[in-house]
């Protein structure tokens, strides 16, 4: 089935791991006419997190419920998180089954178990740094974002960037 929008996200944490890594997140997402692409930056963050944000803030973008989606991520850890790991996860009570101590990033995995419950989402995996335009231009943004700089062309609306484009 044709989706009705296709997201393309990406997350990117300077110093991962660090005590004060600035990260940034992005999502281009695009339909038959249009372009909206979106990022952020959080401070202190993770790579991961990044990531998972890009991801909730792009399906966050779309209005009502019941679109086709297919989302374009180079993680494998949100891409097995959304697919499989979070339905074990919620059957456990958010508790990892091998520890059971509670799933990290827990607050960002129910914001979207939430999210992709609302419409038929796939989510695709994609090589990141492989020449597709998209993702190579969600990882530029969300670079740019952990950077703390404004994307070329955006507006800058709180902590968030954004901007429309026509497709041609």
């Given at each position: 089935m044709k989706p009705d929008i296709i997201i393309y996200t990406d997350g990117s944490c300077l110093n991962n791991g660090s005590e004060f890594a600035p990260g940034g997140w992005a999502a281009v997402l695009e339909n038959d006419r249009k372009q909206l692409r979106i990022s952020g930056r959080e401070c202190p963050t993770t790579n991961q997190r990044m990531e998972l944000r890009a991801i909730i803030e792009g399906l966050k973008a779309i209005q009502g419920s019941g679109k086709v989606i297919n989302i374009y991520t180079?993680?494998?850890?949100?891409?097995?998180?959304?697919?499989?790991?979070?339905?074990?996860?919620?059957?456990?009570?958010?508790?990892?089954?091998?520890?059971k101590k509670p799933v990290e990033n827990l607050d960002l995995?129910?914001?979207?178990?939430?999210?992709?419950?609302?419409?038929?989402?796939?989510?695709?995996?994609?090589?990141?740094?492989?020449?597709?335009?998209?993702?190579?231009?969600?990882?530029?943004?969300?670079?740019?974002?952990?950077?703390?700089?404004?994307f070329k062309g955006y507006r800058q609306v709180g902590d968030y960037q954004f901007d429309w484009r026509e497709v041609a």
């Open positions: 180079d993680s494998a850890y949100a891409r097995n998180g959304c697919i499989t790991w979070r339905h074990n996860w919620k059957k456990n009570g958010w508790k990892k089954k091998s520890d995995w129910k914001q979207l178990d939430e999210l992709l419950d609302q419409h038929e989402v796939t989510l695709l995996k994609v090589k990141g740094h492989s020449g597709h335009p998209q993702n190579e231009l969600a990882d530029s943004m969300a670079v740019a974002a952990a950077r703390g700089q404004v």
